[in-house]
């Protein structure tokens, strides 16, 4: 297949690029590089260097590059700034994925996989978190991704679009090429390798008084890897119908263990400094995943904490200056 993919700079999206390019099919990246990297981008692949908030340029090359499918990951993702800034994801996230689908309706593009998120999940009835959970989102950033998600399904009906949502829970990890540098960073597993490298002093812990084993939270990792392996599977079945998958893991890991397992892998102690509770921080969330695994067999090859972290080190270790910003 003929692949765009938006955000193909970034951390997720140069993964998947990485995988389609070995599982023979033609990329084309769009990104704008205010998150990515130039030398994220896989060599195979063509890049276009454009904003999705410009109709023109995601119009021309949609038009030009003629896509089979899309997947599109190009988005403000900081739950933290979207509160601060809440144009930039209900306007920006927005207007790009708008943008995005209408250049798909006007050249005959059908297919479209979305990466949603686990925000859509605010106040949770139980846990795990699978798909007949009540949509509350817990920022303008989840929001702007249910907004997305309801666009989809009304072009379905409307237009005849194919569309998969997956709603991630915490991505994490590496290939052997591209790993996770963002700025700033802000996703735990980063930050705790950052302490093993010598660039930061600590990590803080928010809040270790919590309903859990340990008191400290406990989150759904699911490594990179698998997360793509999902949409090239949701990919294959579109024709069959729409998907909305929730991905995870299907166990949490507390922050407590994440540390632990980064000091078994890197053989480094990583100092701890526990800081009040953030405000909004639920306890527990863990994605119930049954949903994907009953329905296109998937499942995660690199499912334990430690296995992950692994991968991340090995990615980490050889690029302490990430992609050398
Ligand atoms: N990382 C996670 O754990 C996680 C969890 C849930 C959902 N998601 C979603 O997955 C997607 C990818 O996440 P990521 O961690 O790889 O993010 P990322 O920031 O590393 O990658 C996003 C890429 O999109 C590009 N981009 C952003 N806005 C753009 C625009 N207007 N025009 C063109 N390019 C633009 C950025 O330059 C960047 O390269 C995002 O949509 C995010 O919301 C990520």
Redesign the pocket.
């Known amino acids: 297949m003929k692949i765009l993919v ?2 193909g ?5 140069s993964v998947a690029t990485e995988v389609l390019l070995r599982t023979g099919h033609t990329v084309l990246v ?7 990297h130039a030398a994220a981008i896989e060599p195979g692949a063509a890049f276009v260097r ?4 410009d109709p023109a340029a995601i119009g021309a090359t949609v038009q030009d590059f003629s896509p089979d499918a899309v997947l599109h ?5 900081l739950v933290g700034e979207s509160m601060r800034d809440p144009f930039a994801y209900l306007g ?1 996230n927005v207007v ?1 994925a708008l943008n995005l689908l209408r250049a798909m309706d006007a050249h005959g593009v059908k297919r479209i996989i979305l ?4 925000n859509l999940f605010a106040d949770p009835l139980k846990m795990p978190i699978d798909e007949d959970e009540r949509i509350i989102p817990g920022s303008p950033y989840g929001e702007s ?1 249910g907004i997305i998600e309801r666009f989809l399904h009304w072009l379905s009906v409307t237009r005849g679009l194919r569309y998969a949502c997956l709603r ?1 829970f ?2 994490a990890g590496a290939t052997e090429r591209h790993g996770e540098d ?1 700025n700033p960073e802000l ?1 735990l597993i980063p930050l705790v390798l950052k302490v093993a490298l010598g660039q930061r002093e600590k990590i803080s812990v928010f809040g270790n008084d919590y309903p859990t084993p340990d008191g400290t939270c406990i989150r759904d990792y699911i490594h990179v890897e698998d997360l793509i392996d999902a949409h090239i599977r949701a990919l294959g079945a579109l024709d069959a119908g729409n998907r909305v998958y929730n991905l995870g893991n299907g166990q949490g890991f507390s922050v407590r263990q994440v540390i632990d397992a980064a000091e078994r892998v890197t053989g480094r102690r990583i100092p701890v400094e526990i800081s009040p509770r953030r405000p909004g921080d639920p306890a527990v969330l863990v994605a119930g995943s049954g949903k994907i695994k009953r329905e296109l067999g998937w499942e995660p090859k690199i499912p334990d904490i430690d296995g992950i972290i692994r991968t991340a080190w090995a990615w980490h270790s050889r690029h302490p200056a990430g992609y050398g910003r």
Not at 9 to 13: D, K, L, N, P
Not at 50 to 53: I, M
Request: glycine fraction near 14%; charge should be negative.
């Open positions: 938006t955000g700079a970034g951390y997720i999206g769009f990104d704008n590089l205010q998150q990515g454009g904003d999705l908030r990951f190009a988005a403000n993702s920006d790009s990466s949603s998120t686990a991704k991630y915490n991505a963002h996703h």
